[in-house]
C-alpha cells in the first residue's frame, strides 16, 4: 500500500522560506512532483524531479523554489525561498511510474504567505 505524508506547510511572512517534505513508503518512483491549487484556481504544477535528478519548475518558481529527493529515504523535498502571497495555496506531494503506469497524491499542506 502507497502512502505519500506530507509536512512542512503553515504560515509566513512575504519574503519568507518554508521547507515541504513528502515522505513515500510503500513503492518507489521514478518521477516525484509537487503541485498546488489556490482558491478558485485549477491545480498547477510546481515542480518535478526525476530519479536521475532532472528537473522541471512553473516559470513563477524559477529562482525561489527548489526541489530535491533523498532516494535513500524516498523523500522528495521543496525549498521555498522569497515567498509571495501568491505562492498561497494548498501543496500536493505527486508521484508516479510510467511503466505500468501509476499515480499517488499525497492529502496535501497548507501554505499561506501573508503579513
Known amino acids: 500500500q502507497v502512502q505519500l505524508v506530507e509536512s512542512g506547510g503553515g504560515l509566513v511572512q512575504p519574503g519568507g522560506s518554508l521547507r515541504l517534505s513528502c515522505a513515500i513508503s510503500g513503492s518507489i518512483f521514478s518521477i516525484m512532483g509537487w503541485y498546488r491549487q489556490a482558491p478558485g484556481k485549477q491545480r498547477e504544477l510546481v515542480a518535478t524531479i526525476t530519479s536521475g535528478g532532472n528537473t522541471n519548475y512553473v516559470d513563477s518558481v524559477k529562482g525561489r523554489f527548489t526541489i530535491s529527493r533523498d532516494n535513500a529515504k524516498n523523500t522528495v523535498f521543496l525549498q521555498m525561498n522569497s515567498l509571495k502571497p501568491e505562492d498561497t495555496a494548498v501543496y500536493y506531494c505527486?508521484?508516479?511510474?510510467?511503466?505500468?503506469?501509476?499515480?499517488?497524491w499525497g492529502q496535501g499542506t497548507q501554505v499561506t504567505v501573508s503579513s
Open positions: 505527486n508521484v508516479r511510474r510510467i511503466f505500468p503506469y501509476s499515480e499517488f
